[in-house]
């Protein structure tokens, strides 16, 4: 669920960011989700398994108040985080780890590359 409350600060704050900035976090994407993807087969290779993430509605009784202020009995709807084991084939996800950290310095090159474009573009 903090995943999901964060969402909207973050669009807020993309929103906000000046033209180098913006141009710089889209330069930079790939070797940021490059990273998650290898932090991420990390931990599922040191746990022995993936944990799956989903989003689970449900009703809550609370104290709703009519237009003339009167409280009444309603249901309002909440979310949960649940996070759920996922077997995984181990030798797959090294392999895919390897892969991963075998991308990383082209993309890395290819980012920084990037950036120093996207600083003479919008000079700040």
């Known amino acids: 669920m903090k995943h999901f409350a964060i969402l909207p600060a973050l669009a807020l704050i993309a929103a906000c960011a000046t033209p180098q900035e913006q141009c710089i976090n889209t330069a930079s994407n790939e070797v940021r989700n490059i990273r998650t993807g290898i932090s991420t087969a990390q931990g599922n290779i040191a746990r022995g398994y993936a944990i799956f993430k989903s989003r689970e509605s449900y009703e809550v009784v609370d104290v709703c108040y ?50 120093a474009s996207c600083r003479v573009q919008f000079p700040e």
């Open 66 to 115: 009519d237009k003339d202020k009167k409280p009444y009995t309603c249901y309002n709807t909440e979310y949960r985080t649940i996070e759920s084991p996922v077997s995984i084939n181990v030798a797959e996800e090294r392999r895919k780890l390897a892969n991963l950290k075998k991308r990383l310095p082209a993309a890395t090159r290819l980012m920084n590359k990037s950036v």
